[in-house]
C-alpha cells in the first residue's frame, strides 16, 4: 500500500470512530425540553396564574350579602297590663323604645334587626324573646310567649304544654285542654286519607297549647276526659296519648 492510500484508510477509521462517540454521547444524556414543549408549559403555567388572579378578583369585587330586615314585630299586652312603664331593650338590656301599655289588641314594635330582645318593666327585666331572619319570633321567655307571628305579654310566667298522639287512622281530630276554673283552648289537626303512616303503623303527631298559667290541667276529646297533667310556670310539661277512633 503506498502512502496515500494508508492516508486516507487512517482518515476512515476517524472519522468513523468520531461518528460512533457522537452517537453514544446523544443516547447517554436525558431528553431534553424542546421548544414547543417549553411554550406549551409555560402557556399552562401563565393561564393557572391568570385564572387565581381573577378568582381573586371576583373574590374582592362580589359584594357581602345585605342582612336581614329590619322588621316589625306585634306584641299583645294581655289583661290587666303591667304596673310602670314597660321598655323594649337588646340583649344587654339597653332601652330601645317605650311601649304602650294600654293597647286594645297588638301593637307594633321595631323596626329591629334579627338578634335577641328583652322587655323590661321599669327596672326589671320580664322577658325576652328572638326575632329570626324570616321575621318570625322564637325562644319566648319570662313572662312571654309566641306562636311565632305574635308576642304575648302575660302577668305571670307561661308554662307550655305538648302532646304527642299516636293515632290510628286518618281524619280530623280535635283536642280541647282545660283549666281548673273550667276555661279551656282548641287545637285541631287534620291528616289526608293517601298519607302513609309513620313508623308502627299509627299516626304520630304532636300538638302544643302554649302561653298556659302554672296549674293542673285536663285534656278532653268528645267531652271525655283524656288525662291530666301540671304546668309549670316557664316549662314544657310533655305526654303521650293513644287514640284509637
Known amino acids: 500500500m503506498n502512502p496515500y492510500s494508508t492516508r486516507l484508510a487512517c482518515a476512515g477509521v476517524m472519522i468513523g470512530t468520531l461518528a460512533l462517540s457522537?452517537?453514544?454521547?446523544?443516547n447517554s444524556r436525558p431528553p431534553g425540553k424542546t421548544a414547543a414543549s417549553t411554550t406549551v408549559e409555560l402557556s399552562r403555567y401563565r393561564r393557572a396564574d391568570s385564572l387565581e388572579a381573577e378568582t381573586d378578583i371576583l373574590a374582592v369585587m362580589a359584594p357581602e350579602p345585605e342582612p336581614a330586615g329590619p322588621f316589625f314585630a306585634s306584641l299583645r299586652v294581655e289583661e290587666p297590663p303591667p304596673a310602670g312603664r314597660l321598655f323594649l331593650c337588646d340583649a344587654a338590656g339597653c332601652p330601645l323604645e317605650e311601649l304602650p301599655t294600654d293597647c286594645a289588641e297588638t301593637c307594633s314594635i321595631g323596626p329591629l334587626f334579627p338578634g335577641k330582645y328583652t322587655l323590661w318593666q321599669s327596672s326589671e327585666a320580664i322577658g325576652s324573646f328572638r326575632l329570626l331572619d324570616n321575621a318570625s319570633l322564637e325562644d319566648a321567655r319570662g313572662q312571654l310567649w309566641t306562636d311565632g307571628e305574635l308576642l304575648h305579654l302575660e302577668r305571670f310566667c307561661p308554662g307550655t304544654a305538648v302532646f304527642t298522639l299516636h293515632l290510628s287512622k286518618t281524619g280530623y281530630f280535635s283536642l280541647s285542654l282545660h283549666d281548673e276554673n273550667g276555661s279551656?283552648?282548641?287545637?285541631?289537626?287534620?291528616?289526608?286519607?293517601?298519607?302513609p303512616p309513620d313508623q308502627g303503623?299509627?299516626?304520630i303527631r304532636v300538638v302544643e297549647f302554649r302561653g298556659l298559667a302554672p296549674g293542673l290541667y285536663t285534656a278532653v276529646r268528645r267531652q271525655n276526659p283524656l288525662t291530666q297533667l301540671t304546668v309549670r310556670a316557664g316549662e314544657r310539661s310533655e305526654t303521650e296519648l293513644i287514640i284509637e277512633n
Open 22 to 26: 457522537a452517537t453514544v454521547f446523544a
Open 184 to 195: 279551656q283552648r282548641n287545637q285541631d289537626l287534620f291528616i289526608p286519607d293517601n298519607t
Open 201 to 203: 303503623g299509627s299516626y
